[in-house]
């Protein structure tokens, strides 16, 4: 950090050590990437949910989530109020079955009803479980499907990858 922070540089993703950094996440997904550097994990959950769900959104997660038990709030003031919608199963992992209960013709029939806006994964979840690479494809059908965004919070991503004996681009 102190050697970026030397002399002058263009902002925002602009300066030549951002472009690196760049770089070297669309090597490793095999995709073009913008990295976002974020100085928390409750300040990079927030933004990025704040950034998928409308105000009038509801984000659906496992009961047992981090961002349901430790963020105290954060992803529903940051999203202007878009609600964590709690999803129950064993394993600490949302299931498809659940998800598309939730997602069911009694979901978002009225005026005033949250409307179904994304769904937040945690790799590895907060139970110290895996989901499994059928098991996210299962789950990426049902929200292309319904038009819900992904979000997938992995700050245990590089021990996941090699659990699962995937890269990052096939896990995602």
Known sequence: MQ????????????????????????EIFEKEAFVVIMPTATFA???????ISQSYGAIFCHQDAHIVNFM???SEFYTTGALLVVVPRAHFQ???E??????????????HDLKASALSLTQVTDG????????LAKL??????TGLKVYMDAPQIAN?????????????
């Not at 110290?128 to 098991?135: D, F, K, P, Q, S």
């Not at 990426?140 to 499907?145: D, F, G, L």
């Not at 996941?160 to 995602?172: D, E, N, R, V, W």
Request: hydrophobic fraction near 35%; charge should be positive.
């Open 3 to 26: 050697e970026i922070n030397v002399g002058t540089a263009f902002t925002y993703g602009g300066d030549e050590s951002s472009r690196v950094i760049h770089l070297m996440y669309s």
């Open 45 to 51: 959950n927030r933004s990025k949910l704040a950034g």
């Open 72 to 74: 105290f709030g954060a």
């Open 94 to 96: 949302v299931g498809r």
């Open 98 to 111: 659940t998800l598309l209960g939730d997602l069911g013709p009694d979901r978002g029939g009225d005026l």
């Open 128 to 135: 110290w479980t895996v989901y499994i690479l059928r098991e």
């Open 140 to 145: 990426s059908r049902i929200t292309r499907n």
């Open 160 to 172: 996941t990858m090699a659990y699962l004996g995937c890269s990052a681009s096939g896990m995602t």
